[in-house]
Nanobody, 123 residues
């Protein structure tokens, strides 16, 4: 089992950058494939990016490709999401998730979730 805690959210202006972190408890973080999702008010939770257990394979949703970068540091039990060129449409609560399935992009393919961190982008 793994527990996840996101941090790094906040208020940003359009065009700015933020880096989100997701700290994982336990010694099994490196066994999990990880993903980032977000949910805006009144909308469904949206897949953003995923990374495999070793960090050698990543995949992005079209909505963030080229702007967001997912990475991980297994020695620090931490997942990251570097977000550049933010725009107001990026305003949402951001969640990290852990799962065993390689290539997962669906919510029900992930087993563990954090509580999320809020990102608000002003124009």
């Amino acid at each position: 089992q793994v527990q996840l805690v996101e941090s790094g959210g906040g208020l940003a202006q359009a065009g700015a950058s933020l880096r989100l972190s997701c700290a994982a408890s336990g010694r099994t973080f490196s066994m999990y494939n990880m993903g980032w999702f977000r949910q805006a008010p009144g909308k469904e939770r949206e897949f953003l990016a995923r990374i495999n257990w070793s960090g050698t394979s990543t995949y992005y949703a079209d909505s963030v490709k080229g702007r967001f970068t997912i990475s991980r540091d297994n020695a620090k039990n931490t997942l990251y999401l570097q977000m550049n060129s933010l725009n107001p449409e990026d305003t949402a609560r951001y969640y990290c998730a852990a799962g065993r399935k390689y290539g997962a992009t669906l919510i029900n393919e992930y087993d563990y979730w954090g509580q999320g961190t809020q990102v608000t982008v002003s124009s």
